[in-house]
């Protein structure tokens, strides 16, 4: 089952919205909700989603 933080993330991209990863720790992340437009910041998701982490894995931003 996904994490709400995953989730979170995919209805976002899933609306045209973007994102970039802000900050990775071994455990933890930090990304950046974006407008489609200008790729202005809206939102973070600050999680230690397992699910969440594996789904951005190496990329950091939705356009990698």
Do not use: H
């Amino acid at each position: 089952m996904s994490s709400e933080d995953l989730v979170r993330l995919e209805r976002w991209q899933d609306a045209g919205g973007t994102w970039r990863v802000v900050a990775r720790a071994p455990r933890a992340i930090t990304v950046a909700l974006c407008r489609c437009d200008a790729g202005e910041e809206v939102d973070r998701i600050r999680s230690d989603s397992a699910e969440l982490i594996a789904y951005v894995g190496e990329r950091d931003s939705s356009e990698d």
